[in-house]
T-cell receptor, first 114, second 113 residues
Framework: GAGVSQTPSNKVTEKGKYVELRCDPI?????LYWYRQSLGQGPEFLIY????????DSGLPNDRFFAVRPEGSVSTLKIQRTERGDSAVYLC????????????FGEGSRLTVL | GESVGLHLPTLSVQEGDNSIINCAYS??????FIWYKQESGKGPQFIID?????DKRQGQRVTVLLNKTVKHLSLQIAATQPGDSAVYFC????????????FGKGTLLTVNP
């Protein structure tokens, strides 16, 4: 596709449920990032992939959060035992590599935990 | 400047005026800075970047100024248009790498026709 695609665009779930958020990066982009944005705040770094491996997952808030990118393209962010505090917009971005901070962001997946 | 809770700093300008959006960054070790624009319901969009060995960089209708002495960054938009209305974020690579960006809280720019 022309840009980064994220699905679902909106997800409403109940506390304690499991959620998966999908990101389809720009074709040919080797680097993929997940950020989280709470209302009225800037995005916060979660995890970065270079190819298939998670090069830096230091932003994941706890072990309920996990992300994979098994074939070096599509990535899935997985959240177990969701909590109300997990409610936010989860942004995925991709880039050609580490040459610049020009990240291409998707429109995000808005997660609401009731 | 800083915001509290949901209250973003705001800037309201008339169409055709020049806009200046300011940002104070936190980490004196940061050496790479980027401005992003975010329209309602969309992801952030890259505008311009600058490395710490420069103090000014120009793009199309935009200029970024960096003052490392006071840890201040500004974005100047010339001849502001209604389509420039958005939230603007500055970001720094405080983690020491280009991928781990620390974003500020943003400034809401409203352009009045």
């Amino acid at each position: 596709g022309a840009g980064v695609s994220q699905t679902p665009s909106n997800k409403v779930t109940e506390k304690g449920k499991y959620v998966e958020l999908r990101c389809d990066p720009i074709s040919g982009h080797t680097a993929l990032y997940w950020y989280r944005q709470s209302l009225g705040q800037g995005p916060e770094f979660l995890i970065y992939f270079q190819g298939t491996g998670a090069a830096d997952d230091s932003g994941l808030p706890n072990d309920r959060f996990f992300a994979v990118r098994p074939e070096g393209s599509v990535s899935t962010l997985k959240i177990q035992r969701t909590e109300r505090g997990d409610s936010a917009v989860y942004l995925c971005a991709s880039s050609l590599g580490l040459g610049s901070g020009e990240l291409f962001f998707g429109e995000g997946s808005r997660l609401t935990v009731l | 400047g800083e915001s509290v809770g949901l209250h973003l700093p705001t800037l309201s300008v008339q169409e055709g005026d020049n806009s200046i959006i300011n940002c104070a960054y936190s980490n004196s070790a940061s050496d790479y800075f980027i401005w992003y624009k975010q329209e309602s319901g969309k992801g952030p969009q890259f505008i311009i970047d600058i490395r710490s060995n420069m103090d000014k960089r120009q793009g199309q209708r935009v200029t970024v100024l960096l003052n490392k002495t006071v840890k201040h960054l500004s974005l100047q938009i010339a001849a502001t248009q209604p389509g420039d209305s958005a939230v603007y974020f500055c970001a720094e690579n405080s983690g020491g790498s280009n991928y781990k960006l620390t974003f500020g809280k943003g400034t809401l720019l409203t352009v009045n026709p």
